[in-house]
């Protein structure tokens, strides 16, 4: 990585995305979409992606480069773009011990209201809905046409994804996942690290670290429950199996 830094093309901050995959596609376009800052390239942790184009976007090196891509590029700015709640948290870790800025991408269609209190390195997809008085922590993925209502708060490096329904005082804790259309109901607490499956409806509290599926949302425990979880859970989450079965569950 030797050579000049590229003129800048405008006054807007130039900013890195970490993660070149699905969700990094997601996170380039918010980013074009709302135009608040200059994308200028990916960095991943697959080395082989290096010098690849995603997007129109080069990808620029491993996460391990990006202190000396921040001073070779004069970058200031930069977003975790990872699915992955764990591995987002702690990249957001390193970004910040770097002295990188953790910025939002908040898609135009997006609507939060204006009392929302927002922390950092947060993703608001298209179409997402927020409303009064809500709390969304860092490293908080709100995805695709999903609804916060009002005086919730979604703990630091949770992922509501699309569609999923968060009525009103609901506390989703730290590192959650609620998937695909999920509802959860007024007053309700979502553990720290738990599963919500994709269409499941919570009407009580989740314990922490827990995976509930189904209508009414239930814990999954039984050999016969786990063989549901293929058919609840988004492909991304088949990792979960795995615990399942470490538990004594299958």
Known sequence: MRGKSPPKSDARPRCIILGSGGHGRVVLDVLVQANRYEPVGFVDSNRQLTGRRVDGLKVLGHPDDLPELRRLLEIECAIVAVGDNGARRELADRLDAWGF???????PSANLARNVNTGRNIVVAAGALVCAHCQIGDSVILNTGCIVDHESVIGTGTHVCPGARIAGRVMIES????????????????????????GAVVIRDVAPMSTVVGVPARQIKMAQEAREVRDWLLPELRRTEAEIASAGLV
Not at 186 to 191: D, K, M, P, T, Y
């Open 101 to 107: 800025e953790l910025i939002n991408a908040i898609h």
């Open 175 to 198: 590192g959650a996942f609620v998937g695909i259309g999920a509802t959860v109901i007024q007053s309700v607490r979502v553990g720290y690290e738990a599963v919500v499956g994709a």
